[in-house]
């Protein structure tokens, strides 16, 4: 009996030493994507409807948002700047999408805005960005009810950029990098996901 009572209470404490373990690790985690958040700015862009020609409308509209804001951010190497640059030509980028959306033929309207929201894991090409509240540009083409499209406006890596991971080491410590072009993080990202959702949901309620 007394074996099984010490078998028992080793067992308890290897659990709790595993879970206090996690839970550190997590708080680390939370740190790292929560700069990473802070350090990026995102394009968002909804198309109109999910029709193949709507979401090709999409990626045109991305294209030269992308190229323009692009240019804006030569030798910007503070989001906060990039914030700023962007609040002062928001009327320019809207209006370099509604031109696309015309040049193919479309009359849809077109809407830009700077928004803090709420982004769930996403990967592009080789980089994977943690759930959390991003900044990003919105372009919201028609009546923005097909599926959008997403990517890294700053630093500039949504078209162009041939070494993007070189271009996120600008703006994010090795770690935080490794993080978010790493495979080995996935599994982890899944969980700070759930985890955000937790926190998000309990935050709504209050």
């Known amino acids: 009996m007394k074996n099984i009572n010490t078998k028992a209470l080793i067992l ?80 320019e980028i809207v209006e370099i999408a509604r031109k696309e959306v015309y040049n193919k033929g479309y009359d849809y309207d077109v809407k830009g805005e700077l928004v803090n929201m709420y982004f769930t894991n996403r990967t592009y090409e080789n980089i994977t960005l943690p759930a959390g509240f991003y900044d990003a540009v919105r372009i919201t083409v028609g009546s923005g009810n097909g599926h959008n499209w997403w990517c890294v406006m700053f630093p500039p890596i949504c078209v162009g950029a041939c070494d993007k991971i070189g271009e996120l080491s600008d703006v994010l410590d090795p770690d935080e990098v490794n993080m978010v072009s790493d495979n080995k993080y996935c599994c982890k990202f899944k969980i700070y996901e759930v985890y955000q959702n937790f926190v998000n949901k309990i935050d709504k309620e209050e």
């Open 12 to 91: 308890k404490s290897v659990s709790i030493g595993f879970v206090l373990c996690f839970l550190f690790s997590m708080l680390d985690f939370d740190a790292k994507s929560n700069n990473i958040s802070d350090s990026i700015l995102r394009l968002h862009i909804l198309a109109n409807s999910d029709s193949a020609e709507d979401q090709n409308l999409k990626l045109a509209v991305r294209d030269e948002v992308s190229k323009y804001c692009s240019s804006l951010f030569a030798d910007v190497s503070e989001k906060s700047r990039a914030k700023k640059i962007i609040s002062q030509h928001m009327n």
